[in-house]
């Protein structure tokens, strides 16, 4: 157990439609991590945040936002839904202690998109 | 953008036998990292390996760094079924801002 946690495990939801996902980090982390992962592909990374602020910007398209609250967890959001969109989505959490970033991966969101 | 490239895409072993990847960069970095991913799930933080370090060991994994080449490997000794997994390595880096860089992952088959 990583101890990032990831809710919901799975959601089913059509095109065009909006969904949340949301990602606890481990205690005491600041820095929360999303990445999407199409089937057997690899991590593609979507942003981060760090204690509150945008910290790096990836392969995030405009239909896709993401905050980070003040009691750290995070959420992102996906709107107009497209069948392309369907993947797992993990966040990651990691304390920026010297330049390890070592991260701590959630179970991960598995999104269908029908 | 992917940094790492692992190689092969694809090992299947038999059991016990020891299976080696490998990972390609392409910039100088701070630190190269390995994670395990089983079917579906998240994953696992395997081992790191410092820019100034050429092997680490962490129980049957061994890793290696070469810096003049921009590689690494990691070799799993005594495979075991357990051990079916894909496998990723991550790079870090002054350039990337510490970001996490991520090659496209080795699929690790051990067969019984």
């Known amino acids: 157990d990583s101890g990032v946690t990831q809710t919901p495990k799975h959601l089913i939801t059509a095109t065009g439609q909006r969904v949340t996902l949301r990602c606890s980090p481990r205690?005491?982390?600041?820095?929360v991590y999303w990445y999407q992962q199409s089937l057997d592909q690899g991590l593609q990374f979507l942003i981060q945040?760090?204690?509150?602020?945008?910290?790096a910007k990836g392969n995030i398209l405009e239909r896709f936002s993401a905050q980070q609250f003040p009691d750290l967890h995070s959420e992102l959001n996906l709107s107009s839904l497209e069948l392309g969109d369907s993947a797992l989505y993990f966040c990651?959490?990691?304390?920026?202690?010297?330049?390890?970033?070592?991260?701590?991966f959630g179970p991960g969101t598995r999104l269908l998109v029908l | 953008s992917q940094q790492g490239e692992e190689d092969p895409q694809a090992l299947s072993i038999q059991e016990g036998e020891n299976a080696t990847m490998n990972c390609s960069y392409k910039t100088s970095i701070n630190n190269l990292q390995w994670y395990r991913q089983n079917s579906g799930r998240g994953l696992v933080h395997l081992i790191l390996i410092r820019s100034n370090e050429r092997e680490k060991h962490s129980g049957r994994l061994r890793v290696t760094l070469d810096t003049s080449k921009k590689s690494s490997s990691l070799l799993i000794t005594a495979s075991r079924a357990a051990d079916t997994a894909s496998y990723f390595c991550?790079?870090?880096?002054?350039?990337?801002?510490?970001?996490?860089?991520w090659g496209a992952g080795t699929k690790l088959i051990i067969k019984p």
């Open positions: 991550a790079t870090v880096s002054w350039d990337s801002n510490y970001q996490l860089i």
């Open positions: 945040y760090y204690n509150g602020e945008e910290r």
């Open positions: 205690s005491g982390d600041l820095s």
């Open positions: 990651a959490s990691s304390s920026p202690e010297g330049h390890t970033e070592t991260q701590y």
